[in-house]
Nanobody, 124 residues
Framework: QVQLVESGGGLVQAGDSLRLSCTASGRLFSSYGMGWFRQAPGKEREFVAGIDFSGRNTGYADSVKGRFTISRDNARNTVYLQMNNLKPEDTAVYYC?????????????????WGQGTQVTVSS
């Protein structure tokens, strides 16, 4: 498994942008599919975006498509989530996660390593 540490959350206004980063320990980062999930108060954790081991293939939840972009830098063991045009409904704790499915996944149970989460709050 890999150890994951997120950063970049904060309090912003609607329409602003944020970039989340997730840095992994370990030598096998480039073999893992990666994902970003989020959990709002009182709600279940949900898939936001995913990327395969190479970075060439990505997938998004409908609610963020066109606004969020996931990317990775395997040389830096880091995956990013660029969030533009943020909305109050994007407010949540955002988690980075790694899966041994190198092509990536949208399914939470497939992810065996999780970061501690970073809070994103969007005010209206």
């Amino acid at each position: 498994q890999v150890q994951l540490v997120e950063s970049g959350g904060g309090l912003v206004q609607a329409g602003d942008s944020l970039r989340l980063s997730c840095t992994a320990s370990g030598r096998l980062f480039s073999s893992y599919g990666m994902g970003w999930f989020r959990q709002a108060p009182g709600k279940e954790r949900e898939f936001v975006a995913g990327i395969d081991f190479s970075g060439r293939n990505t997938g998004y939840a409908d609610s963020v498509k066109g606004r969020f972009t996931i990317s990775r830098d395997n040389a830096r063991n880091t995956v990013y989530l660029q969030m533009n045009n943020l909305k109050p409904e994007d407010t949540a704790v955002y988690y980075c996660a790694a899966t041994r499915y190198s092509k990536g996944s949208r399914n939470l149970p497939n992810f065996g390593s999780w970061g501690q989460g970073t809070q994103v709050t969007v005010s209206s």
